[in-house]
Nanobody, 118 residues
Framework: QVQLVESGGGVVQAGNSLRLSCEFS????????MAWYRQAPGKQRELVAR???????NYADSVKGRFTISRDNDKNTLSLQMSSLKPDDTAVYYC????????????WGQGTQVTVSS
């Protein structure tokens, strides 16, 4: 069964932190460039962080210095540590392979909702 499950979202006040996790049943994270995305209401999905197969990372300007992407090769999971959260970070967060490298994906998880109150 194909599974892609995000978790860890919630409602937090601005300035606080959250850690998101993602489990895959059909993608080997250490062999792919992976990414976290988010979609706010009325907006297109955007890539916020990526980690390459070699371990290099980069981030959208809006989250640089506040978010950290990482992976656990043994558990085959992807994580996103989010700090100093802002109301503008409110969105549904998704994980997947890096679409800029592999092309548009057709399989997505349900996402995890992050709501940041001011």
């Amino acid at each position: 069964q194909v599974q892609l499950v995000e978790s860890g979202g919630g409602v937090v006040q601005a300035g606080n932190s959250l850690r998101l996790s993602c489990e895959f049943s059909f993608i080997i994270v250490r062999r792919n460039d992976m990414a976290w995305y988010r979609q706010a209401p009325g907006k297109q999905r955007e890539l916020v962080a990526r980690i390459t197969e070699s371990g290099s990372t980069n981030y959208a300007d809006s989250v640089k210095g506040r978010f950290t992407i990482s992976r656990d090769n043994d558990k085959n999971t992807l994580s996103l540590q989010m700090s100093s959260l802002k109301p503008d970070d409110t969105a549904v967060y998704y994980c997947n392979v890096d679409e800029t490298k592999y092309g548009a994906r057709t399989i997505w998880g349900q996402g995890t909702q992050v709501t940041v109150s001011s």
